[in-house]
Protein backbone atom coordinates (compact mmCIF):
# COMPACT_ATOMS: atom_id res chain seq x y z
CA UNK A 1 0.00 0.00 0.00
CA UNK A 2 1.31 3.94 -0.85
CA UNK A 3 2.27 5.69 2.51
CA UNK A 4 -0.16 8.35 3.47
CA UNK A 5 1.96 11.68 2.71
CA UNK A 6 0.56 14.72 5.48
CA UNK A 7 1.79 17.86 4.99
CA UNK A 8 2.13 20.56 7.89
CA UNK A 9 2.01 23.94 7.81
CA UNK A 10 3.03 25.69 10.70
CA UNK A 11 4.30 24.33 13.89
CA UNK A 12 4.16 25.20 17.43
CA UNK A 13 1.02 24.43 19.38
CA UNK A 14 -1.40 23.46 16.88
CA UNK A 15 0.88 21.87 14.09
CA UNK A 16 3.71 20.53 16.51
CA UNK A 17 0.69 18.88 18.50
CA UNK A 18 -1.03 17.54 15.45
CA UNK A 19 2.43 15.74 13.83
CA UNK A 20 3.20 14.32 17.18
CA UNK A 21 -0.60 12.90 17.33
CA UNK A 22 -0.73 11.59 13.57
CA UNK A 23 2.87 9.45 14.27
CA UNK A 24 1.35 7.70 17.46
CA UNK A 25 -1.52 7.02 15.49
CA UNK A 26 0.38 6.34 12.21
CA UNK A 27 3.56 4.56 12.30
CA UNK A 28 3.96 4.06 8.55
CA UNK A 29 2.54 8.00 6.90
CA UNK A 30 5.02 10.17 5.63
CA UNK A 31 5.17 13.79 8.11
CA UNK A 32 6.59 16.57 7.22
CA UNK A 33 6.28 19.85 8.64
CA UNK A 34 7.26 23.39 7.18
CA UNK A 35 7.72 25.61 9.42
CA UNK A 36 9.21 29.36 8.20
CA UNK A 37 10.44 30.76 11.40
CA UNK A 38 13.92 29.57 13.06
CA UNK A 39 11.97 27.46 15.73
CA UNK A 40 9.03 24.85 14.88
CA UNK A 41 7.81 24.31 18.70
CA UNK A 42 8.80 27.28 21.22
CA UNK A 43 6.65 28.41 24.32
CA UNK A 44 5.23 31.85 23.02
CA UNK A 45 3.61 32.56 25.88
CA UNK A 46 6.49 32.68 28.16
CA UNK A 47 8.23 35.49 25.89
CA UNK A 48 7.07 37.97 28.19
CA UNK A 49 8.70 36.47 30.98
CA UNK A 50 12.10 35.89 28.94
CA UNK A 51 12.10 39.79 28.02
CA UNK A 52 11.88 40.11 32.09
CA UNK A 53 14.38 38.18 32.85
CA UNK A 54 12.40 36.39 34.49
CA UNK A 55 13.24 33.19 32.62
CA UNK A 56 16.75 33.68 31.54
CA UNK A 57 17.76 31.38 29.54
CA UNK A 58 16.62 31.38 25.50
CA UNK A 59 16.71 27.52 25.22
CA UNK A 60 13.96 27.17 28.37
CA UNK A 61 11.23 28.45 25.79
CA UNK A 62 12.36 25.43 23.00
CA UNK A 63 9.80 22.81 23.55
CA UNK A 64 10.84 20.77 20.59
CA UNK A 65 13.82 21.04 17.77
CA UNK A 66 13.68 18.68 14.40
CA UNK A 67 16.47 16.81 15.91
CA UNK A 68 13.97 15.17 18.38
CA UNK A 69 11.15 15.43 16.01
CA UNK A 70 13.16 13.08 13.72
CA UNK A 71 14.91 10.94 16.32
CA UNK A 72 11.78 10.77 18.20
CA UNK A 73 8.40 10.65 15.85
CA UNK A 74 10.60 10.28 12.52
CA UNK A 75 8.92 13.29 11.42
CA UNK A 76 10.74 15.49 8.81
CA UNK A 77 10.91 18.88 10.23
CA UNK A 78 11.97 21.83 7.77
CA UNK A 79 12.48 25.01 9.53
CA UNK A 80 12.85 28.18 7.39
CA UNK A 81 10.55 26.78 4.35
CA UNK A 82 7.87 29.41 3.58
CA UNK A 83 4.60 27.91 2.20
CA UNK A 84 3.96 30.20 -0.72
CA UNK A 85 1.02 28.48 -2.91
CA UNK A 86 -1.37 26.13 -3.69
CA UNK A 87 -2.36 23.67 -5.97
CA UNK A 88 -5.66 22.06 -4.40
CA UNK A 89 -6.14 20.34 -8.00
CA UNK A 90 -3.02 18.90 -8.12
CA UNK A 91 -2.61 18.52 -4.39
CA UNK A 92 0.79 19.88 -4.59
CA UNK A 93 2.40 22.80 -2.44
CA UNK A 94 5.02 25.78 -2.74
CA UNK A 95 7.85 26.03 -0.83
CA UNK A 96 10.54 28.71 -0.47
CA UNK A 97 13.83 27.47 1.06
CA UNK A 98 14.79 30.81 2.70
CA UNK A 99 18.28 29.66 3.66
CA UNK A 100 19.37 28.16 0.33
CA UNK A 101 16.88 30.88 -1.94
CA UNK A 102 15.02 28.05 -3.83
CA UNK A 103 12.03 26.83 -4.92
CA UNK A 104 10.32 23.45 -4.86
CA UNK A 105 7.19 21.44 -4.51
CA UNK A 106 5.49 19.04 -2.30
CA UNK A 107 2.57 16.32 -3.17
CA UNK A 108 -0.07 15.74 -0.05
CA UNK A 109 -2.64 13.11 0.69
CA UNK A 110 -3.17 15.46 3.84
CA UNK A 111 -2.70 18.69 4.57
CA UNK A 112 -3.05 20.53 7.95
CA UNK A 113 -3.08 24.27 7.64
CA UNK A 114 -1.51 25.80 11.47
CA UNK A 115 0.09 29.09 9.90
CA UNK A 116 -0.95 30.84 13.19
CA UNK A 117 -1.47 34.68 13.38
CA UNK A 118 0.04 38.01 13.05
CA UNK A 119 0.55 41.00 15.59
CA UNK A 120 -1.41 43.57 14.52
CA UNK A 121 1.16 46.78 13.64
CA UNK A 122 -0.86 49.44 12.01
CA UNK A 123 1.18 52.09 10.07
CA UNK A 124 0.69 55.02 12.18
CA UNK A 125 3.89 57.72 11.08
CA UNK A 126 6.76 56.82 12.60
CA UNK A 127 5.99 53.25 13.81
CA UNK A 128 9.31 52.04 11.91
CA UNK A 129 11.37 54.02 13.94
CA UNK A 130 14.33 52.12 16.57
CA UNK A 131 12.55 51.18 20.00
CA UNK A 132 9.21 50.14 18.65
CA UNK A 133 8.71 46.40 18.45
CA UNK A 134 5.87 43.92 18.71
CA UNK A 135 6.24 40.24 20.54
CA UNK A 136 4.92 36.88 18.62
CA UNK A 137 8.01 34.97 18.38
CA UNK A 138 11.78 34.43 20.05
CA UNK A 139 13.78 36.36 17.37
CA UNK A 140 11.09 39.47 18.88
CA UNK A 141 11.91 38.99 22.45
CA UNK A 142 15.61 38.68 21.71
CA UNK A 143 15.63 41.98 19.77
CA UNK A 144 13.73 43.48 23.16
CA UNK A 145 16.10 42.21 25.62
CA UNK A 146 19.09 43.52 23.42
CA UNK A 147 17.38 47.27 23.14
CA UNK A 148 17.11 46.81 26.87
CA UNK A 149 20.21 45.97 27.54
CA UNK A 150 21.84 47.93 25.22
CA UNK A 151 19.78 51.35 25.53
CA UNK A 152 18.97 51.13 29.23
CA UNK A 153 15.60 52.23 29.31
CA UNK A 154 13.30 53.95 31.92
CA UNK A 155 10.40 54.82 30.04
CA UNK A 156 8.21 52.56 28.36
CA UNK A 157 4.99 52.71 26.62
CA UNK A 158 2.49 49.75 26.26
CA UNK A 159 0.09 50.42 23.18
CA UNK A 160 -2.85 47.85 24.11
CA UNK A 161 -3.99 47.27 27.66
CA UNK A 162 -4.91 43.60 26.70
CA UNK A 163 -3.86 40.29 28.28
CA UNK A 164 0.14 40.67 26.49
CA UNK A 165 -0.02 44.89 27.31
CA UNK A 166 -0.16 43.86 31.04
CA UNK A 167 1.88 40.66 31.20
CA UNK A 168 4.57 43.20 29.21
CA UNK A 169 4.17 45.96 32.20
CA UNK A 170 4.80 43.57 34.67
CA UNK A 171 7.99 42.60 33.35
CA UNK A 172 9.19 45.73 32.15
CA UNK A 173 8.62 46.82 35.53
CA UNK A 174 10.52 43.92 36.77
CA UNK A 175 13.29 45.51 35.19
CA UNK A 176 12.69 48.46 36.35
CA UNK A 177 11.54 50.64 33.81
CA UNK A 178 8.59 53.33 34.45
CA UNK A 179 5.46 52.04 32.19
CA UNK A 180 2.52 53.73 30.83
CA UNK A 181 -0.71 51.41 29.01
CA UNK A 182 -2.13 53.45 25.99
CA UNK A 183 -5.92 51.85 25.72
CA UNK A 184 -7.95 52.64 22.92
CA UNK A 185 -11.13 50.89 24.44
CA UNK A 186 -12.62 52.46 28.18
CA UNK A 187 -11.37 49.56 29.70
CA UNK A 188 -8.79 47.13 30.33
CA UNK A 189 -8.83 43.36 29.26
CA UNK A 190 -11.04 44.12 26.41
CA UNK A 191 -12.81 40.36 26.96
CA UNK A 192 -14.00 40.81 30.77
CA UNK A 193 -17.12 43.11 31.58
CA UNK A 194 -16.43 46.34 32.36
CA UNK A 195 -16.61 46.14 36.20
CA UNK A 196 -14.78 43.43 36.81
CA UNK A 197 -11.79 44.98 34.27
CA UNK A 198 -11.84 47.84 36.67
CA UNK A 199 -10.25 45.91 39.55
CA UNK A 200 -7.02 45.81 37.05
CA UNK A 201 -7.32 49.03 36.39
CA UNK A 202 -7.03 49.80 40.38
CA UNK A 203 -3.83 47.88 41.05
CA UNK A 204 -2.09 49.08 37.97
CA UNK A 205 -2.68 52.44 39.18
CA UNK A 206 -1.68 51.39 42.84
CA UNK A 207 2.04 50.27 41.36
CA UNK A 208 2.96 52.75 39.55
CA UNK A 209 1.57 51.83 35.84
CA UNK A 210 0.62 54.99 33.76
CA UNK A 211 -2.96 54.39 32.66
CA UNK A 212 -4.14 56.64 29.09
CA UNK A 213 -7.63 55.34 28.50
CA UNK A 214 -10.27 55.98 25.48
CA UNK A 215 -7.45 57.00 23.69
CA UNK A 216 -5.36 55.69 20.34
CA UNK A 217 -2.54 56.66 19.00
CA UNK A 218 -1.91 58.64 16.34
CA UNK A 219 1.87 58.28 15.55
CA UNK A 220 5.51 58.50 16.79
CA UNK A 221 8.16 60.55 16.59
CA UNK A 222 12.00 60.84 17.58
CA UNK A 223 12.84 63.12 20.47
CA UNK A 224 15.97 65.60 20.01
CA UNK A 225 17.47 63.17 22.80
CA UNK A 226 16.98 59.96 20.77
CA UNK A 227 13.74 58.87 22.61
CA UNK A 228 10.46 58.46 21.47
CA UNK A 229 7.20 60.42 21.40
CA UNK A 230 4.22 58.79 21.40
CA UNK A 231 1.19 60.96 20.41
CA UNK A 232 -2.60 60.05 21.21
CA UNK A 233 -5.57 61.06 19.07
CA UNK A 234 -6.55 63.36 21.97
CA UNK A 235 -3.08 65.36 21.66
CA UNK A 236 -1.42 63.89 24.69
CA UNK A 237 2.49 62.79 24.26
CA UNK A 238 4.07 60.69 25.95
CA UNK A 239 8.12 60.50 26.39
CA UNK A 240 9.53 56.68 26.20
CA UNK A 241 12.98 54.76 25.55
CA UNK A 242 10.71 51.72 24.29
CA UNK A 243 7.65 51.12 22.94
CA UNK A 244 5.82 47.99 22.58
CA UNK A 245 2.80 47.50 20.48
CA UNK A 246 0.20 44.24 22.05
CA UNK A 247 -2.88 45.38 20.35
CA UNK A 248 -3.59 41.36 19.27
CA UNK A 249 -3.08 39.58 16.41
CA UNK A 250 -4.53 39.16 13.24
CA UNK A 251 -5.26 35.57 11.39
CA UNK A 252 -2.62 34.45 8.79
CA UNK A 253 -4.70 33.74 6.16
CA UNK A 254 -3.03 34.81 2.51
CA UNK A 255 -2.18 31.53 2.10
CA UNK A 256 -5.65 29.95 2.34
CA UNK A 257 -7.16 33.24 0.80
CA UNK A 258 -4.90 32.54 -2.09
CA UNK A 259 -6.08 29.04 -2.34
CA UNK A 260 -9.98 29.81 -2.65
CA UNK A 261 -10.38 28.52 1.01
CA UNK A 262 -13.90 29.64 2.66
CA UNK A 263 -13.00 32.87 5.26
CA UNK A 264 -15.27 33.27 7.69
CA UNK A 265 -16.93 36.53 8.68
CA UNK A 266 -14.19 37.77 11.48
CA UNK A 267 -11.13 36.92 8.74
CA UNK A 268 -10.01 33.32 10.20
CA UNK A 269 -10.14 30.26 8.32
CA UNK A 270 -14.02 28.35 8.46
CA UNK A 271 -13.51 24.70 9.37
CA UNK A 272 -16.48 21.97 10.25
CA UNK A 273 -16.36 20.28 13.96
CA UNK A 274 -13.34 18.07 12.20
CA UNK A 275 -11.08 20.89 11.41
CA UNK A 276 -11.93 20.23 7.88
CA UNK A 277 -11.90 23.73 5.53
CA UNK A 278 -14.22 23.57 3.08
CA UNK A 279 -11.46 21.44 0.70
CA UNK A 280 -12.15 17.85 2.34
CA UNK A 281 -8.17 17.14 1.86
CA UNK A 282 -7.05 20.02 4.18
CA UNK A 283 -7.61 21.21 7.46
CA UNK A 284 -7.00 23.88 9.58
CA UNK A 285 -6.07 24.44 13.20
CA UNK A 286 -5.05 26.70 15.69
CA UNK A 287 -4.51 31.01 15.66
CA UNK A 288 -5.97 30.96 12.12
CA UNK A 289 -9.02 29.27 12.64
CA UNK A 290 -12.53 30.97 13.50
CA UNK A 291 -14.13 28.49 16.08
CA UNK A 292 -17.47 28.55 17.88
CA UNK A 293 -18.35 29.83 21.03
CA UNK A 294 -20.11 26.51 22.66
CA UNK A 295 -22.60 29.23 25.03
CA UNK A 296 -23.22 32.03 22.29
CA UNK A 297 -22.98 30.16 18.99
CA UNK A 298 -20.39 32.70 17.57
CA UNK A 299 -18.17 32.76 15.67
CA UNK A 300 -14.99 33.93 17.20
CA UNK A 301 -11.27 34.52 17.20
CA UNK A 302 -9.30 32.74 19.99
CA UNK A 303 -5.53 32.58 19.60
CA UNK A 304 -5.16 30.30 22.93
CA UNK A 305 -2.52 27.73 23.38
CA UNK A 306 -5.18 25.14 24.51
CA UNK A 307 -7.82 24.90 21.67
CA UNK A 308 -4.43 24.69 19.71
CA UNK A 309 -3.25 22.05 20.87
CA UNK A 310 -6.79 20.27 21.05
CA UNK A 311 -7.72 21.13 17.49
CA UNK A 312 -4.28 19.51 16.19
CA UNK A 313 -5.29 16.61 17.62
CA UNK A 314 -8.77 16.39 16.12
CA UNK A 315 -7.40 17.04 13.14
CA UNK A 316 -5.01 14.49 13.14
CA UNK A 317 -7.36 12.06 14.42
CA UNK A 318 -9.32 12.65 11.55
CA UNK A 319 -6.92 11.91 9.10
CA UNK A 320 -5.58 8.81 10.92
CA UNK A 321 -9.94 7.88 10.17
CA UNK A 322 -11.03 8.38 13.47
CA UNK A 323 -14.61 10.18 14.20
CA UNK A 324 -13.04 13.01 16.61
CA UNK A 325 -14.92 16.51 16.85
CA UNK A 326 -13.79 19.68 18.35
CA UNK A 327 -17.02 21.55 19.19
CA UNK A 328 -16.28 24.61 20.19
CA UNK A 329 -14.46 26.69 22.69
CA UNK A 330 -15.50 28.62 26.20
CA UNK A 331 -12.27 30.63 25.93
CA UNK A 332 -10.73 30.03 29.38
CA UNK A 333 -7.67 32.41 29.89
CA UNK A 334 -6.01 34.05 33.00
CA UNK A 335 -3.45 36.72 33.27
CA UNK A 336 -1.17 37.40 36.14
CA UNK A 337 0.27 41.13 36.68
CA UNK A 338 2.20 42.63 39.14
CA UNK A 339 0.24 40.16 41.91
CA UNK A 340 -2.85 40.10 40.47
CA UNK A 341 -4.45 37.27 39.18
CA UNK A 342 -7.36 37.84 36.39
CA UNK A 343 -9.46 34.98 34.88
CA UNK A 344 -12.28 33.95 33.34
CA UNK A 345 -14.41 31.27 31.41
CA UNK A 346 -17.49 30.95 29.68
CA UNK A 347 -20.07 34.03 28.06
CA UNK A 348 -19.74 37.03 29.79
CA UNK A 349 -22.79 39.41 30.15
CA UNK A 350 -21.39 41.97 26.93
CA UNK A 351 -21.13 38.85 24.92
CA UNK A 352 -24.41 37.51 25.90
CA UNK A 353 -26.03 40.76 24.90
CA UNK A 354 -24.30 40.88 21.79
CA UNK A 355 -25.55 37.69 20.49
CA UNK A 356 -29.13 38.66 21.80
CA UNK A 357 -29.52 36.23 24.56
CA UNK A 358 -31.78 37.79 27.57
CA UNK A 359 -32.13 34.69 29.55
CA UNK A 360 -29.51 35.07 31.77
CA UNK A 361 -28.55 36.84 35.35
CA UNK A 362 -25.36 37.79 36.92
CA UNK A 363 -24.59 37.41 41.29
CA UNK A 364 -21.43 39.15 42.26
CA UNK A 365 -19.52 37.61 45.62
CA UNK A 366 -15.81 38.57 47.50
CA UNK A 367 -15.20 35.63 49.54
CA UNK A 368 -11.59 34.66 50.45
CA UNK A 369 -9.08 32.34 49.09
CA UNK A 370 -8.86 30.40 51.56
CA UNK A 371 -10.46 30.37 55.68
CA UNK A 372 -9.64 34.13 57.31
CA UNK A 373 -8.51 32.51 60.41
CA UNK A 374 -5.30 31.25 58.45
CA UNK A 375 -2.97 34.05 57.47
CA UNK A 376 -2.87 35.10 54.11
CA UNK A 377 -6.24 35.20 53.46
CA UNK A 378 -7.55 37.33 50.53
CA UNK A 379 -10.40 38.24 48.45
CA UNK A 380 -11.55 36.44 45.15
CA UNK A 381 -13.77 39.01 43.30
CA UNK A 382 -15.89 36.85 41.71
CA UNK A 383 -18.50 36.92 39.13
CA UNK A 384 -21.14 34.32 38.03
CA UNK A 385 -23.23 34.15 35.01
CA UNK A 386 -26.11 31.87 34.63
CA UNK A 387 -29.15 31.05 32.84
CA UNK A 388 -32.19 32.67 34.69
CA UNK A 389 -34.70 29.95 33.76
CA UNK A 390 -32.97 26.91 34.17
CA UNK A 391 -29.59 28.02 36.02
CA UNK A 392 -27.16 26.48 34.06
CA UNK A 393 -23.73 27.78 34.38
CA UNK A 394 -22.96 30.53 31.76
CA UNK A 395 -19.60 32.24 32.49
CA UNK A 396 -17.50 33.32 35.34
CA UNK A 397 -14.67 35.98 35.98
CA UNK A 398 -12.67 36.55 39.10
CA UNK A 399 -10.30 38.58 40.15
CA UNK A 400 -7.65 37.99 43.00
CA UNK A 401 -4.18 37.82 44.51
CA UNK A 402 -4.54 33.83 44.76
CA UNK A 403 -6.76 31.14 44.06
CA UNK A 404 -8.57 32.87 41.53
CA UNK A 405 -7.71 29.87 38.31
CA UNK A 406 -8.25 27.31 40.11
CA UNK A 407 -12.10 28.62 40.98
CA UNK A 408 -12.52 29.61 37.35
CA UNK A 409 -10.84 26.01 36.26
CA UNK A 410 -13.46 24.52 38.14
CA UNK A 411 -16.52 26.26 36.60
CA UNK A 412 -15.07 25.52 33.19
CA UNK A 413 -15.46 21.97 33.85
CA UNK A 414 -18.48 22.47 34.95
CA UNK A 415 -19.79 24.58 32.03
CA UNK A 416 -18.41 22.21 29.59
CA UNK A 417 -20.51 19.44 31.54
CA UNK A 418 -23.59 21.43 30.98
CA UNK A 419 -23.78 21.67 34.85
CA UNK A 420 -26.43 24.14 36.82
CA UNK A 421 -25.72 26.29 39.95
CA UNK A 422 -27.31 23.72 41.59
CA UNK A 423 -24.69 21.58 40.73
CA UNK A 424 -21.85 23.82 42.08
CA UNK A 425 -23.49 24.29 45.62
CA UNK A 426 -23.06 20.95 46.13
CA UNK A 427 -19.56 20.26 44.34
CA UNK A 428 -17.37 18.47 46.77
CA UNK A 429 -14.07 20.38 46.69
CA UNK A 430 -10.70 20.14 48.23
CA UNK A 431 -11.01 22.10 51.74
CA UNK A 432 -8.00 22.75 54.10
CA UNK A 433 -7.46 26.08 55.81
CA UNK A 434 -4.50 27.01 54.18
CA UNK A 435 -6.30 26.10 50.64
CA UNK A 436 -10.00 26.73 51.19
CA UNK A 437 -12.82 26.72 52.98
CA UNK A 438 -15.98 24.55 54.11
CA UNK A 439 -18.35 26.33 51.88
CA UNK A 440 -15.69 27.15 48.67
CA UNK A 441 -15.85 30.37 46.96
CA UNK A 442 -17.19 27.92 43.80
CA UNK A 443 -20.24 26.34 46.23
CA UNK A 444 -20.82 30.06 47.56
CA UNK A 445 -20.95 30.97 43.68
CA UNK A 446 -24.00 28.38 43.21
CA UNK A 447 -25.70 28.95 46.11
CA UNK A 448 -26.22 32.57 45.67
CA UNK A 449 -27.34 32.53 42.40
CA UNK A 450 -29.55 29.33 43.83
CA UNK A 451 -31.07 31.48 45.96
CA UNK A 452 -32.06 34.04 43.44
CA UNK A 453 -33.78 31.01 41.34
CA UNK A 454 -35.77 29.59 44.25
CA UNK A 455 -36.67 33.00 45.25
CA UNK A 456 -35.16 33.40 48.02
CA UNK A 457 -33.69 37.41 47.52
CA UNK A 458 -34.73 39.28 44.44
CA UNK A 459 -31.55 40.92 42.70
CA UNK A 460 -31.18 44.29 42.50
CA UNK A 461 -29.66 45.64 38.40
CA UNK A 462 -27.04 47.72 39.33
CA UNK A 463 -26.94 49.29 35.99
CA UNK A 464 -30.33 50.70 37.22
CA UNK A 465 -29.34 52.25 40.53
CA UNK A 466 -28.96 55.71 39.37
CA UNK A 467 -32.56 55.93 37.69
CA UNK A 468 -34.36 53.65 40.28
CA UNK A 469 -36.69 55.01 42.91
CA UNK A 470 -36.19 53.07 45.15
CA UNK A 471 -35.84 52.90 48.79
CA UNK A 472 -32.02 52.47 49.71
CA UNK A 473 -30.60 50.96 52.75
CA UNK A 474 -27.29 50.51 53.80
CA UNK A 475 -27.61 47.11 56.70
CA UNK A 476 -23.75 47.75 57.65
CA UNK A 477 -22.47 49.26 61.20
CA UNK A 478 -22.47 52.78 61.78
CA UNK A 479 -18.78 53.09 61.41
CA UNK A 480 -18.58 51.29 58.16
CA UNK A 481 -21.31 53.09 56.59
CA UNK A 482 -19.50 56.20 57.25
CA UNK A 483 -16.28 55.44 55.76
CA UNK A 484 -18.29 54.82 52.12
CA UNK A 485 -21.67 54.35 51.05
CA UNK A 486 -24.35 53.65 48.16
CA UNK A 487 -25.18 57.38 47.65
CA UNK A 488 -28.60 58.38 48.64
CA UNK A 489 -28.52 55.63 50.94
CA UNK A 490 -30.12 55.13 55.08
CA UNK A 491 -28.10 53.28 57.44
CA UNK A 492 -29.90 51.18 59.06
CA UNK A 493 -27.58 48.18 61.00
CA UNK A 494 -28.90 44.83 60.19
CA UNK A 495 -29.57 43.97 64.09
CA UNK A 496 -31.15 46.79 64.55
CA UNK A 497 -33.69 45.92 60.82
CA UNK A 498 -36.59 44.05 62.61
CA UNK A 499 -36.90 47.52 65.31
CA UNK A 500 -37.06 49.54 62.25
CA UNK A 501 -39.36 48.59 60.21
CA UNK A 502 -42.21 51.43 60.87
CA UNK A 503 -39.47 53.52 58.89
CA UNK A 504 -39.53 51.50 56.26
CA UNK A 505 -41.86 52.55 53.21
CA UNK A 506 -44.56 49.95 52.15
CA UNK A 507 -45.24 51.51 48.52
CA UNK A 508 -41.78 51.36 47.70
CA UNK A 509 -39.34 48.77 46.08
CA UNK A 510 -36.24 48.15 49.01
CA UNK A 511 -33.01 48.23 47.65
CA UNK A 512 -30.20 46.56 49.99
CA UNK A 513 -26.74 47.07 50.00
CA UNK A 514 -24.14 45.84 52.31
CA UNK A 515 -20.16 45.06 52.61
CA UNK A 516 -20.00 42.06 50.14
CA UNK A 517 -23.90 41.15 50.07
CA UNK A 518 -24.09 38.90 53.09
CA UNK A 519 -26.15 40.95 55.62
CA UNK A 520 -27.94 42.69 52.31
CA UNK A 521 -28.99 38.67 51.82
CA UNK A 522 -29.54 38.51 55.10
CA UNK A 523 -32.05 41.71 55.42
CA UNK A 524 -33.86 40.94 52.32
CA UNK A 525 -34.76 37.47 54.18
CA UNK A 526 -36.63 39.60 56.77
CA UNK A 527 -38.09 42.43 54.91
CA UNK A 528 -39.59 39.74 52.69
CA UNK A 529 -41.02 37.34 55.57
CA UNK A 530 -42.44 41.15 56.47
CA UNK A 531 -44.52 41.65 53.79
CA UNK A 532 -41.59 44.20 51.98
CA UNK A 533 -40.77 44.42 48.26
CA UNK A 534 -36.96 44.12 48.81
CA UNK A 535 -33.93 43.41 46.69
CA UNK A 536 -30.19 42.49 47.43
CA UNK A 537 -27.83 45.26 45.49
CA UNK A 538 -25.13 41.64 44.70
CA UNK A 539 -21.99 42.17 46.37
CA UNK A 540 -22.53 45.06 48.31
CA UNK A 541 -20.16 48.32 48.03
CA UNK A 542 -17.42 46.16 46.99
CA UNK A 543 -19.61 45.63 43.63
CA UNK A 544 -20.79 49.38 44.04
CA UNK A 545 -17.41 51.06 43.72
CA UNK A 546 -15.87 49.31 40.41
CA UNK A 547 -19.50 49.51 38.59
CA UNK A 548 -19.27 53.64 39.57
CA UNK A 549 -15.63 54.07 40.35
CA UNK A 550 -14.84 57.38 41.63
CA UNK A 551 -12.22 59.35 38.69
Same mark, same amino acid.
Given at each position: ??K????????V?G?A????R????D????I???DR???V??????????VG???HE???L????P??????????????????G??R???T??V?????E??Y????????????????????P?????????????P???????????K??R?????G?G???L???E???????A??I???A??L?????????????E???????RL?M???????E??S????V?RTK??????? #????? $? *? %???? +?? &???R???? /????????????????? #???I? $? *? %???? +?? &??????Q? /??V???????????VA? #?V?????????????????G?????????????????????????S??????????????A???????V????D????G???V?E??V??R?D????A?Q???????????E????????A?????????M?????????????PW????AT??YLV????P???????????????????????SEL???R?I?V???????S??????????G??A?S??G????Y?VM????
Open positions: MTKRVVIVGGAGTCAALRRLEDAEVLLGQYSFANCGLPYYNVIESKLLATTLFRERFNIEVRTRNEVTMDAARITHDLDRREREHYDALVLSPGAAPISPRWGSGLPGIFTLRTIDSRQIRDWIESNPKAVIVGFIGEMANLAHRGIVTIELSQMPPLDPEMAEYARHLIAHGVCGDGVAGFQSDGGLVSGAAFDA #DLVVL $A *I %GVRP +ET &KLADAGL /EIGARGGIRVDSQMRTC #DPRW $A *I %GDAV +EV &KNLLTGW /ELPLAGPANRQGRA #DICGRDSRFEGVLATAVCFLGLTVALTGATEKALRSAGIRDYQVYLHPNQHVSYYPGHAIHLKLFRASGRVLAQAGSGERIVIAAIMKATVFDLEESLCYAPQYGAKDPVNLAGVAANVLRGDVAIAQELEDADVREFEFRRDSVDGAVNIPLGQLRGKMPRDEWSCGIGQRYYACRILTQHFRRLSGYQTRYPLE
